[in-house]
């Protein structure tokens, strides 16, 4: 887990998994990728295998050992719905997140048919828990609208958008079952630009549709130039965020110690083993 994300919409991150494959144009540059390829062969270091995706199981139960309530992005270096990771760490994950309830979990992908077929199956349990907030990043129209109907026909009770790198005008939303929508440009070298009409298009439909809106970045080869004014003010809104006790620390740790005994076979699926 690491506190005090530089991530805008975040407080921490947590990543079970590490590593990932790229998928779609909004993978181009990703950030993950970047970070985890600067330490790969540096010994011991998390990140010594570069972006290989693998498993972490000694972070798995880490939320339940961290009592200060937190907003957690979870596997902001990987994509939790990725093919190759098993279905039962994905629930291990989930058993977590529920448990460790006095935080606030914001678990975002790009495998939204996986997303989909997880929360109305193996997953009900998490899906339904106004704690979890699931999430498919949107870039473009041909690759990310289509993501919105996957999570529309998941049985999630938080959902949202995080339209980011936003590449092009994608059109009018159908915002319908959506509670939170992120937006923001590229950053970094090679980025790519993000027209002022395409974030308003979506400012707007949120404000009709009341959805909370949150303007991240403008991004940019030099984003804190930029910066994530739009029309002269930031927009920081989320969705209501609900307030659990802390469990004590003994039923922490015997939830923990089981959930961790549980993953001691589990393994990356045979394509990547
Ligand atoms: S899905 Fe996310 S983590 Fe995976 S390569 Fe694409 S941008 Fe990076």
């Given at each position: ?26 993978c ?8 985890a390829?600067?330490f ?6 998390p990140?010594e ?9 000694e972070?798995?139960a880490?939320p339940?050992?961290?009592r200060t309530?937190?907003?957690i992005?979870?596997n ?15 629930e291990?994950v ?7 309830n006095?935080h606030?979990?914001?678990v975002l992908?790009k ?5 989909r077929q ?6 009900k349990f998490?899906?339904?828990?106004p704690?979890?907030w ?14 919105i109907?996957?999570?529309?026909a998941a049985?999630?009770a938080?959902?949202?958008?995080s ?9 009018k ?7 939170w929508?992120i937006?923001g ?21 949120c404000?009709?549709a009341s959805?909370?809106f949150?303007?991240?970045?403008w ?28 469990l004590?620390s ?6 923990a110690?089981?959930i961790?005994?549980?993953?001691k076979?589990?393994?990356?699926e045979?394509c990547?083993a």
């Amino acid at each position: 887990m690491t506190l005090d994300s530089t991530i805008e919409w975040t407080d921490a991150t947590w990543n079970p998994v590490r590593g990932c494959t790229k998928i779609s144009p909004g993978c181009k540059h990703c950030y993950a990728e970047t970070f985890a390829e600067r330490f790969r062969g540096v010994k011991g270091h998390p990140y010594e295998q570069g972006f290989d995706l693998r498993l972490v199981p000694e972070k798995v139960a880490e939320p339940l050992r961290w009592r200060t309530p937190r907003m957690i992005f979870v596997n902001s270096m990987s994509d939790l719905f990725h093919d190759a990771v098993p279905d039962e760490y994905i629930e291990a994950v989930a058993k977590v997140m529920v448990a460790a309830n006095w935080h606030t979990y914001q678990v975002l992908t790009k495998r939204s048919e996986r997303l989909r077929q997880l929360l109305n199956s193996r997953l009900k349990f998490a899906a339904e828990q106004p704690h979890i907030w699931w999430g498919v990043s949107v870039e473009d129209q041909p690759y990310g609208v289509p993501r919105i109907a996957d999570l529309q026909a998941a049985d999630a009770a938080v959902r949202f958008l995080s339209i980011e790198p936003l590449l092009e005008d994608i059109g009018k939303l159908n915002l319908a079952g959506i509670n939170w929508v992120i937006v923001g440009g590229e950053s970094g070298p090679g980025a790519r630009p993000m027209e002022k009409e395409w974030v308003l298009s979506l400012k707007n439909q949120c404000r009709e549709a009341s959805v909370p809106f949150f303007f991240k970045q403008w991004g940019g080869v030099r984003k804190s130039a930029a910066g994530r004014k739009l029309n002269g003010r930031t927009y920081d809104e989320f969705p209501r965020r609900i307030q659990n006790s802390v469990l004590p620390s003994s039923a922490c740790f015997s939830l923990a110690t089981n959930i961790e005994e549980s993953l001691k076979m589990v393994a990356l699926e045979p394509c990547f083993a």
